[in-house]
Each structure stands twice: as C-alpha cells, then as structure tokens.
C-alpha cells in the first residue's frame, strides 16, 4: 500500500556512469516533482512535471532528465555523473485537498552516492 | 524570489519542555505554509499545513498559526517527547497551480533527551 515508491535506495557509482533512478506513485495524483537534499540537509526543487508535462525546470544541469511515461511515474536519468551530484533524491506527487491547498507526499528517498 | 528562514539547529531539549522552532517566510501573493518532518533515513511526513492568514494547522500535538502581519508560521508543542527527535522543515507554496514546488527551510534538527 506505498503511496510513493522510489528504486533503488541506495545507488553508489563511479564518476562518468549513467543511471536512472525510478518514482512511482498509486495515489492519483496528476502532479510530479524530484526534489534534491544535499549533504546539509537543503532541499531544493529540480522538476515537476503535471499530466505528464513539464512544468518547473530548476537551474538544473541538462545532466539531468526527467521522464514521465504516464502519470503515475517520473523517472530521473543523470547522465556522466559527477561527486556533486551525490546527495538524496526525493521524489514526490500531490494533490488538491479539500482546503484549496496543494499537499506534497514524498518517497522515502534515493542516496546517490558517486565515487 | 520566496524563502523560508528558519531557526538553525540542533535544538536540544528535555522531554516534557515546550517547543518553539521560528519560521518566517518572504513570498508574493498568499502562500499556503507547511510543516514536514524528517525522522532519521526516511523520507518527508507532511506534519501540517495553513492555507491563509490566521488559520491554524494541528498534528499530533503540534501546531502552528498562519500570521501574515510577520509573515511567519512558528511551530509549538506543549510537551515533546523522545520520539519527536527529527527534522522539521517549515515551507511555503504559491497559490494557483498545483505544480510549484515546495520553497523550503533548510530544517532544524531537533533532538529530546530523556
């Protein structure tokens, strides 16, 4: 019954790999994002994607692209990694409550670790 | 562009104190407020939310008032408990799509000795 679901867990690689990281959420949600946490603890958005569609593209390296084949998942592929790009990925969806608002339910987390 | 400030931590506190964690915000428009909390190699929990000015948001024990006039949204508990030890983040979101990110704080990590 996971509402958000990210694969793998852990990811440690060498500089220069490619490697995809994949989100899938069950809860309906029409809306996407990936977010990063650096080693301090900061998260920032990278994207969101709503109805499979790009809508926010942070100031993010063309390293870095987001795949939504349908909208219960948004995969991210990271391209010729660098030591920088170690950190945790989250992934996350949302949904209008009934308040008006917009809440975010995050995955439990991808730790890239890059060697 | 929007920001969330909030009180660097560690924050260390007996159980049974009282909690306060600051949190201002600087944002156009009207956004909605969010507390989440990070418990040790686990993803966020949304732990509550205010979507306008005076409103409240409460979770298990916590809460937090939306105040536009000083543009924050502090976090309380009247008893803290061990299992409270996390990180919590205080965020906003604008209003009018359901696609913004969140804008978020860069956490206070709070630990409750026995």
């Known amino acids: 019954d996971t509402a958000v679901s990210q694969t793998p867990k852990y990811l440690v690689t060498q500089m220069g790999n490619d490697k995809s990281i994949k989100c899938e959420q069950n809860?309906?949600?029409?809306?996407m994002y990936w977010y990063k946490q650096d080693s301090k603890k900061f998260l920032k958005i990278m994207f969101s994607?709503?109805?499979?569609?790009?809508?926010i593209n942070e100031t993010v390296p063309n390293r870095f692209s987001p795949k939504s084949p349908d909208k219960a998942h948004l995969n991210l592929h990271i391209n010729s990694l660098e030591l920088g790009d170690s950190a945790v990925y989250f992934c996350?969806?949302?949904?209008?409550?009934?308040?008006?608002?917009?809440?975010?339910?995050f995955g439990p987390g991808t730790r890239l670790t890059v060697t | 562009g929007d920001s969330v400030t909030q009180m660097e931590g560690p924050v260390t506190l007996s159980e049974e104190a009282f909690l306060t964690i600051n949190c201002t915000y600087t944002?156009?428009?009207?956004?909605?407020l969010f507390w989440y909390v990070q418990y040790p190699g686990e993803g966020l929990q949304l732990l509550l939310k205010?979507?306008?000015?005076?409103d409240k948001g409460s979770n298990k024990g916590f809460e937090a008032t939306y105040r536009k006039e000083t543009t924050s949204f502090h976090l309380e508990k009247g008893s803290v408990q061990v299992s409270d030890s996390a990180v919590y983040f205080c965020?906003?979101?604008?209003?009018?799509?359901?696609?913004?990110?969140?804008?978020f704080g860069k956490g206070t990590h709070l630990i409750i000795q026995p």
């Open positions: 809860l309906g949600h029409d809306t």
């Open positions: 996350a969806s949302s949904h209008l409550s009934g308040q008006g608002s917009y809440e975010q339910y």
């Open positions: 205010a979507t306008k000015a005076d």
């Open positions: 944002a156009t428009g009207y956004p909605s």
């Open positions: 994607y709503n109805n499979k569609e790009l809508i």
């Open positions: 965020a906003l979101s604008r209003t009018g799509g359901g696609a913004d990110g969140l804008t």
